[in-house]
Every structure is written in structure tokens, then in C-alpha cells.
């Protein structure tokens, strides 16, 4: 059964860093890899699908990358805002047919 | 403009009172899912449609019903609703047609169940 997993659960940075967020999964044989936004009361935005046979996407600031073999993407975030300040969460797909598990997020604050 | 459109936004009942959470999406998405999101647990999936009149359970199907008679409306109908059913939903939809397509959600619905 997949179980994707989010650390840190909680990171707070000052504006102008650069920042990376850690997604692990424990079955590599998935579809794709999802990063999705979630502001307070809202729902989730989706930033960047990986595809199985991608290695990294990229949009603006943001670029997300997959390992299948280590079981891990990450989300590099560059020259953090302090309108980034949200919680991200990633959700892998098992296949077309097959649903989203997503890790229970990563809440970000940019500080200025 | 594409959107996913839930209603209510937040709704309060008591312990077995019939209710309905509209989900209606403009995109002619094949796929439609609902989600409830609870604190330390993530987002768990309750049901989801591949199609119209194709519905199949979640992870937590238990206590919820779904239907499916047009492609762009999935209620979530809960019969006889307990306190354990407060949460955060959220209605989503992607398209099937096209390969990979990412995932598009509602604002939510807040529903406490006293």
C-alpha cells in the first residue's frame, strides 16, 4: 500500500531564501508525482505533475523533481516570498484508473 | 472561467439530519472525486467517478453515498450524519482524455455535526 510521506511538517524562513521540500513514497511504481498549493480555507492549487517518465518540472520559481528508484521528489522553491506562505502537499498516482495518496503537507511561512 | 464549484462553503447540522454538498464542474472532466481533509490525517479519498453511473468507494467510503447521473455534477450525500463526520471536504476533478492531467479542486466545504 502507498504511503507518501512530508517532512518537515512545519518551516519558517526569512524572504530571499531558497528552499527545498522533501516528499518520500514507499511504492515506486506510480503514475505521476502532483505538488498542489493550499492557502488557509481554501482548496488545493495544483503547481507541477511530474510523469513517471520525467525526471523535473519546472514553473517560474518553482522546480520539482522525481526520483523513482529512492522513492523521493523534492520541491525547490527559489528566492522565497512572503506570498509563498501556504501549505504544500504532494500526492502520488498510482495509475489511470488509480487514485491520488497525498502526505499531509509541508506549512511554509516566508517571513519578510 | 474552469472551476470546480462546492456548496455550501459551511454548513452546521445536528446528528442525523439528511444532507447534500453540491460539486459541479464546467471543464467536461471525465473523473470526479471527493475528499475529506482532517487534521494529522491528510486528505483521504471517500468515493470517486471514472464516468457518469461509475461510481467506487475510497478509502472511506463508510457513512457517505455519491451519484453520478451527469458528467458535470457529483453530490456527496450523507444519510444520517455522526460528529465524526465534521471535517473539510473537497470535491475534484481531472480529465482522463488527457494523459496525466493534474487534479482540480473545490474551495471546500467546512461541515460540523453536533
Known amino acids: 500500500k502507498q504511503e507518501v510521506t512530508q517532512i518537515p511538517a512545519a518551516l519558517s524562513v526569512p524572504e530571499g531564501e531558497n528552499l527545498v521540500l522533501n516528499c518520500s513514497f514507499t511504492?515506486?511504481?506510480?503514475?505521476?508525482l502532483q505538488w498542489f498549493r493550499q492557502d488557509p480555507g481554501k482548496g488545493l492549487t495544483s503547481l507541477l505533475l511530474?510523469?513517471?517518465?520525467?525526471r523535473e518540472q519546472t514553473s517560474g520559481r518553482l522546480n520539482a523533481s522525481l526520483d523513482k528508484s529512492s522513492g523521493r521528489s523534492t520541491l525547490y522553491i527559489a528566492a522565497s516570498q512572503p506570498g509563498d506562505s501556504a501549505t504544500y502537499l504532494c500526492?502520488?498516482?498510482?495509475?489511470?484508473?488509480?487514485?491520488?495518496?497525498f502526505g499531509t503537507g509541508t506549512r511554509l511561512q516566508v517571513f519578510p | 472561467e474552469a472551476q470546480v464549484t462546492q456548496n455550501p462553503r459551511y454548513l452546521i447540522t445536528v446528528t442525523g439530519k439528511k444532507l447534500t454538498v453540491t460539486c459541479s464542474q464546467n471543464?467536461?472532466?471525465?473523473?470526479m472525486s471527493w475528499y475529506r481533509q482532517d487534521p494529522g490525517l491528510g486528505l483521504r479519498q471517500i468515493y470517486y467517478?471514472?464516468?457518469?453511473?461509475?461510481?467506487d468507494k475510497g478509502d472511506v467510503p463508510e457513512g457517505y453515498k455519491v451519484s453520478r447521473k451527469e458528467k458535470r455534477n457529483f453530490p456527496l450525500i450523507l444519510e444520517s450524519p455522526s460528529p465524526n463526520q465534521t471535517s473539510l471536504y473537497f470535491c475534484?476533478?481531472?480529465?482522463?482524455?488527457?494523459?496525466?492531467?493534474?487534479?482540480?479542486f473545490g474551495n471546500g466545504t467546512r461541515l460540523t455535526v453536533t
Open positions: 475534484a476533478s481531472s480529465s482522463r482524455q488527457t494523459y496525466n492531467s493534474p487534479l482540480h
Open positions: 511504492d515506486s511504481a506510480i503514475y505521476n
Open positions: 511530474i510523469q513517471s517518465s520525467q
Open positions: 500526492a502520488a498516482e498510482g495509475g489511470p484508473s488509480d487514485k491520488l495518496i
Open positions: 471543464m467536461n472532466h471525465e473523473y
Open positions: 467517478s471514472m464516468n457518469v453511473e461509475v461510481t
